[in-house]
């Protein structure tokens, strides 16, 4: 119970559009935490209302590796609760009922203006050097005239009316009063032209009819706290405390992203990380127990899990940190459940069956399996410059393609073997490389050898964390890819087949 008296409830609100994310676990585990230390519970909802890019297989993946890291929740699509659905796609009438509710009100209006006409904006915003957003065009236009537009048919939004003069002020759990300045906040669309809801009508919506007491999550929404504290005034409900939590970063500093690091929960489970590891390891983010141990369990840290102890500077995510815990982990265990550990890691029957097709039919003594499938079940060998020494390709050209490859693998919505033979053929022939040559460094850095098993299918059997992991080492053996380098290849990718100019995602 809260200190009010009600029952605490806090939620994870993933969106169901590429792989889990590690950061959807560190979310989660701290939202689980919190509600379980205080009695209360802990919702899984899917933030669905992306059609074009939100896949059941997704949501499927999200659920299956929450599940995998030791994460439980007391409500959501899988096992119901009493505050379903708890897909936002199931949801839609609920979110038009309130929009509507809004536009009576005045605080929303309907903007008819066209992508043309926007995009024409923001340009010209930017070249003033201004920061883009909405101008407030059809705040004024009469109420005949935009029954009439409708009648009409023409495509519209619902906007959120943004007051222009004063700040913003919400105090947070972790960092006090924020304060953002009116005029800094875009009048967000609320409902899209095909009628649904943008995030931060339906997370607010969802949230009240939820009865989310707590928000806990990422500090890259604290921008977005203006726009959903104002529809909480606008809407005549009490917001829930916030608290945001800091993002997880590269030893560099940077933000943990697919572009420089492993961030798929699939990545764990696939290379032999242990879940309680992995979730001890997260519950280190930010965070520590009251006596300073590195090595709890789940249990203790709920036992243990104070909100105002969490820092507010970036944690650093180090994979050698993790492997250190990892390894404390393994050596913890009795020899029967190590070995039970290894079974279930390296012979899932699910993932074993994905390889039976590519050494099936090259394979005469089952003892021959294992020199062809080391580098998919184990780490590939280091590599050198030397290993891409190749007859016509230069450092730079083997530089060029792993570059491209690693656009693809970043921008492709699933990573199967058919769909990368494509791009790459597309990209060979752009290039002027016979597909042979082209190939010939990705071999080299996803087996650590020019010839080995069908190349697209091991990419696809490894998973694009992993496979990304190999492509970015073997640039590094390279000597890597300057920053100077790095825009001409952007701009070259860009126009090529292959690239997004031409079917790639942009």
């Not at 105090?171 to 967000?188: F, H, K, S, T, Y």
């Not at 250190?324 to 459940?337: D, I, M, V």
């Not at 694009?464 to 000597?479: K, Q, T, V, Y």
């Amino acid at each position: 119970m809260s200190d009010t008296g009600l029952t605490v409830r806090t939620r994870v609100a993933p969106s169901p559009t590429g792989d889990p994310h590690v950061g959807t676990a560190y979310v989660a585990l701290f939202n689980l935490a919190f509600a379980r230390r205080h009695g209360g519970r802990f919702v899984l909802r899917i933030e669905d209302t992306d059609q074009a890019r939100s896949t059941a297989a997704s949501e499927a993946a999200i659920v299956a590796s929450l599940r995998w890291a030791g994460i439980d929740w007391d409500e959501g699509p899988d096992i119901g609760g009493a505050h379903g659905p708890y897909r936002q796609s199931e949801r839609v009438a609920q979110y038009r009922e309130h929009a509507e509710r809004l536009v009576a009100q005045g605080d929303a209006f309907r903007c008819f203006c066209s992508p043309e006409r926007l995009d024409a904006l923001r340009r010209a915003q930017r070249e003033r050097g201004e920061n883009p957003g909405y101008d407030g065009h059809c705040l004024g236009l009469s109420e005949e005239e935009r029954q009439r537009r409708l009648t009409a048919g023409e495509s519209s939004v619902i906007r959120l009316r943004v007051p222009r003069e004063g700040a913003c002020r919400v105090e947070d759990r972790l960092r006090g009063m924020i304060e953002i300045p009116w005029a800094q906040v875009d009048m967000q669309v609320l409902v899209k032209s095909d009628g649904f809801p943008t995030y931060h009508l339906a997370v607010v919506v969802d949230d009240h009819l939820m009865d989310i007491t707590h928000v806990l999550r990422g500090e890259e929404w604290i921008g977005s706290l203006p726009k959903h504290a104002l529809l909480y005034r606008c809407l005549g409900w009490d917001m829930p405390e916030h608290a945001h939590l800091p993002l997880l970063r590269n030893p560099d500093r940077s933000k943990l992203s697919k572009r420089r690091n492993p961030t798929s929960l699939g990545y764990f489970r696939d290379v032999g990380y242990l879940p309680e590891a992995l979730l001890n390891y997260l519950g280190l983010m930010g965070w520590s127990m009251p006596d300073g141990r590195e090595i709890f369990s789940l249990d203790e840290m709920v036992e243990a899990f104070d909100l105002d102890r969490v820092a507010t500077g970036g944690p650093v995510f180090d994979l050698e940190k993790l492997d250190w815990l990892n390894g404390q982990y393994l050596r913890g265990l009795s020899a029967e459940a190590f070995a039970d550990r290894v079974a279930a890691w390296g012979l899932r029957r699910d993932r074993f069956l994905q390889l039976v097709p590519l050494v099936q039919s090259r394979t005469e003594r089952l003892i021959d399996l294992a020199p062809q499938v080391d580098y998919l079940l184990g780490e590939r060998p280091s590599l050198t410059a030397e290993h891409f020494a190749h007859r016509t390709l230069e450092e730079a050209d083997c530089r060029r393609v792993l570059h491209h490859v690693l656009r693809v693998l970043d921008e492709m919505p699933e990573v199967t073997g058919d769909a990368l033979l494509a791009r790459c053929r597309a990209l060979a022939g752009g290039m002027d490389l016979k597909i042979r040559d082209f190939l010939f460094p990705l071999f080299v850095a996803v087996s650590g050898r020019p010839v080995a098993l069908p190349l697209f299918d091991s990419v696809a059997f490894l998973g694009r964390d992993l496979a990304r992991a190999r492509i970015r080492s073997a640039l590094e053996a390279l000597g890597g890819v300057s920053k100077k380098e790095g825009k001409r290849f952007d701009r070259a990718f860009e126009a090529l087949p292959g690239g997004p100019a031409d079917g790639g995602p942009d």
